[in-house]
Nanobody
């Protein structure tokens, strides 16, 4: 099983990025999916999550700016990030949690997003 995250980079405040998470070895349609981020000295936090029923949740700090979506045909998860702020700077990880067995969870390798003011 592999989750390959990509799309990070360095941008100016106000710009946009789209993160991708390509899955192999699992079918994302069977997994609750999420994007998390981590900065030095802080706990990893949920940014956006989507369950297999299509319900979506966002962290308050990104509501209205970030959009999580999935393409089952491509077996990929995405995070569209608009109006980026310096405080969005972090390493972003995608996560897959099997809908039947919560002990089966997988993480991508992380992709760095740097937003400068």
């Amino acid at each position: 099983v592999q989750l390959q995250a990509s799309g990070g980079g360095s941008v100016q405040a106000g710009e946009s990025l789209r993160l991708s998470c390509a899955a192999s070895g699992i079918m994302l349609s069977d997994y609750h999916m999420g994007w998390y981020r981590e900065t030095p000295g802080k706990q990893r936090e949920m940014v956006a999550a989507m369950n297999t029923g299509g319900s979506i949740a966002y962290a308050d700090s990104v509501k209205g700016r970030f959009t999580i979506f999935k393409d089952n045909a491509r077996n990929a998860l995405y995070l569209q990030m608009n109006s980026l702020k310096p405080e969005d700077t972090a390493v972003y990880y995608c996560n897959a949690l099997y809908r039947i067995d919560s002990n089966r969870a997988y993480w991508g390798q992380g992709t760095l997003v740097t937003v400068s003011s």
